[in-house]
């Protein structure tokens, strides 16, 4: 669609955001990467975001939108959390960025060491990336062998060994990795029995969160039996926490069934949108850890640590993780609702907290586009191609308005559908 034609049917002021996106497309290649390059998102989602506070989001034309999206994980409190940012701010005001951490390295790590329980202790990184990269590295090392394996089309990253875009990727970056199917124990046995003597570990996410595609919660067989086969070989079972993690349980995302790893990789909401990531493991993996050489110009800093802290005590204190399962139990129910009424076939997949909406037969997206460019029109930002994100901040308002929103999309669905019969 032209801009043009967005534009007609779209009475929100999009200036600011248009404005911006031609400065960008000439000091910024493409004009923007990753996520929010020229890809997924209709043109009528804005670029540019100015604001948050609770479940809200305004961009830089202040349009308000019901935030489904969280910053694709990192706020699970809500924006703007008033505890996080006093703990922020107090920090802040003593130093952030020094030649060594602050008090709040060791306190963080604790307080990590006594919240999960595989975790006998804990690193401190920036991104997702990081720190699944530390536990590769990490599982080499107490290995002395290669071979990682990874589930096909999984994400845990956007370092060469793991970035889902070819470009720039060399086969040796991808060398020592093999390919297991999800909740696939016998393409698990397969990909073992393959890297022989050289397997040093599996990475596994929580559960299915392939974007683009349904989402597939985790088979508990499925994890007892990685986490056999690792145990059997010598490897390390490496837990990928960095989207579920804090969202689907205090623990890693595994303890409910039972399932602990040796090393698990955190990011996004442990410090409810302070940039940090951690790595945790367990005692036999701890020289390990200690043998690997990894650093960061910004890996000590320590506002975020003081952030991590405060959204671990918020989380407690506020029963967040149960306030989010209500909300995203109330999501689903209503979406679902709103699907069946008008007989459009959809798929609402993965935990209530994590969902993922696809169409019946919708192969290019184009279905699940005309849902998102609707409902972001009415006020509620979702994704058409990624999981989404709930927040313990959802108020009732919030879902009122998000299911309102969801309802203009099925209603776009619909008239499409119509149209094209
Ligand atoms: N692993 C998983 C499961 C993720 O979802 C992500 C980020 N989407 C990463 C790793 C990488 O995290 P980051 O983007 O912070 O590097």
């Known amino acids: 669609m032209t801009d043009q034609l ?62 489904l999206m969280c910053s694709y994980g990192p706020v699970v409190l809500g924006h703007r959390h008033p505890a996080v940012e006093a703990a922020a701010r107090s920090q802040a005001a003593l130093a952030d960025c020094q030649n060594g951490p602050g008090s709040v390295l060791v306190e963080l790590a604790e307080l990590l060491v006594g919240t999960v329980r595989h975790a006998d202790w804990a690193m401190f990184a920036k991104n997702g990336t990081d720190a699944t990269t530390m536990c590769c590295t990490i599982a080499r090392a107490h ?147 200690a043998s690997i050489f990894v650093t960061g110009s910004f890996w000590f800093s320590a506002v975020a640590m003081a952030a991590a802290i405060a959204t671990i005590g918020a989380l407690r204190e506020e029963n967040a993780l149960a306030a989010m399962e209500r909300a995203g139990t109330a999501l689903s129910a209503g979406i679902l609702a709103q699907a069946a009424e008008r007989g459009l076939e959809v798929r609402y997949t993965g935990p209530p907290v994590m969902p993922y909406l696809t169409f019946a037969g919708d192969r290019d997206y184009s279905l699940a586009s005309t849902f998102a460019a609707a409902a972001v029109r009415a006020g509620v930002y979702l994704h058409p191609r990624h999981n989404w994100f709930v927040s313990a901040a959802l108020t009732d308002a919030d879902i009122a308005q998000a299911l309102a929103g969801t309802d203009a999309g099925f209603a776009a669905v619909e008239a499409r559908l119509a149209h094209h019969d």
Request: negative net charge; charged residues 20%; aromatic residues 10%.
């Open 6 to 67: 967005v534009a007609d049917r779209d009475s929100r002021p999009r200036a600011a955001d248009a404005a911006l996106r031609r400065r960008a497309a000439a000091v910024i290649p493409g004009g923007m990467y990753g996520h929010q390059s020229a890809g997924p998102l209709p043109p009528e989602y804005p670029q540019f975001l100015r604001a948050g506070f609770g479940a809200r989001v305004w961009d830089v034309d202040g349009n308000e939108y019901v935030d």
């Open 143 to 289: 290995t002395r062998r290669r071979r990682i394996l990874v589930a096909r089309g999984a994400y845990h990253g956007a370092a060469p060994w793991c970035t889902p875009r070819l470009a720039g990727v060399t086969p040796e970056d991808r060398a020592n990795l093999g390919y297991y199917t999800y909740n696939d124990l016998a393409s698990v046995r397969a990909a073992v029995a393959e890297a022989g003597a050289d397997l040093a570990g599996i990475i596994v996410s929580p559960f299915q969160h392939d974007a683009g595609f349904d989402q597939e919660l985790v088979d508990p067989e499925f994890a007892r039996g990685v986490r056999s086969i690792c145990t059997d070989a010598g490897a390390a079972l490496i837990l990928d926490d960095v989207r579920c993690g804090f969202r689907l349980h205090l623990g890693s995302s595994w303890e409910p069934i039972g399932v602990l790893p040796d090393l698990s990789a955190w990011s996004k909401a442990i410090a409810n949108g302070y940039p940090l990531a951690a790595v945790l493991g367990s005692d036999p993996f701890r020289d390990a850890a």
